[in-house]
T-cell receptor
Framework: AQSVTQPDIHITVSEGASLELRCNYS??????LFWYVQSPGQGLQLLLKYFSGDTLVQGIKGFEAEFKRSQSSFNLRKPSVHWSDAAEYFCAVATSKTSYDKVIFGPGTSLSVIP | DAGVIQSPRHEVTEMGQEVTLRCKPI?????LFWYRQTMMRGLELLIY????????DSGMPEDRFSAKMPNASFSTLKIQPSEPRDSAVYFC?????????????FGSGTRLTVV
């Protein structure tokens, strides 16, 4: 069965430091991958998505993610974190090309930013 | 665009009472999803609709839960009777998969507390 894991439950970084959030998926075919962010009391907001093509994907708010098929990973990165980036981050995978409307979400990684 | 609109934002009800959550998707989106989020189980897909038709309700926990989408601009999730274990944040999301806007747009959620 398809699955998404986010190995880090919680990460703390200093403001201005770089960030990498890990995401691994289990799926036999080409995945459709997403990163979402959830600020406290808010719904999820799409940061970026990967469907095909360039494996380095740029998103909003200065985030990027790299798809590595050999590692079944889709890690999220940001070169310099801002205090407003403190939130919950969810990696997600769509299960097939014909049903990418149904998406499996990872458990989430909570990010804290130290001023 | 006002985004996905959910009401109410907060709901506190007594065990055994009926609860109705409401969702207005983004105009033109032809998929609508209901999710439940808890600390223990994370994000769970309850049911989703395509063109107002329920496609998959396998995530609905039990018969106490029901969802309808009478038209393209409105959906409800009903719990009758409610129980304390139904306490969670319920999210509605919509998606436009026929065009370039892939990924979901989430509402801000309804925080349900059953006492």
């Amino acid at each position: 069965a398809q699955s998404v894991t986010q190995p880090d439950i919680h990460i703390t970084v200093s403001e201005g430091a770089s960030l990498e959030l890990r995401c691994n998926y289990s799926y036999g075919a080409t995945p459709y991958l997403f990163w979402y962010v959830q600020s406290p009391g808010q719904g999820l907001q799409l940061l970026l998505k990967y469907f095909s093509g360039d494996t380095l994907v740029q998103g909003i708010k200065g985030f990027e993610a790299e798809f590595k098929r050999s590692q079944s990973s889709f890690n999220l990165r940001k070169p310099s974190v801002h205090w407003s980036d403190a939130a919950e981050y969810f990696c997600a995978v769509a299960t097939s090309k014909t049903s990418y409307d149904k998406v499996i979400f990872g458990p989430g990684t909570s990010l804290s930013v130290i001023p | 665009d006002a985004g996905v609109i959910q009401s109410p934002r907060h709901e506190v009800t007594e065990m055994g009472q009926e609860v109705t959550l409401r969702c207005k998707p983004i105009s033109g989106h032809d998929y609508l999803f209901w999710y439940r989020q808890t600390m223990m189980r994370g994000l769970e897909l309850l049911i989703y609709f395509n063109n107002n038709v329920p496609i998959d309700d396998s995530g609905m926990p039990e018969d106490r839960f029901s969802a309808k989408m009478p038209n393209a601009s409105f959906s409800t999730l009903k719990i009758q009777p409610s129980e304390p274990r139904d306490s969670a944040v319920y999210f509605c999301a919509s998606s436009d998969l026929g065009h370039r806007n892939y990924g979901y747009t989430f509402g801000s959620g309804t925080r349900l507390t059953v006492v």
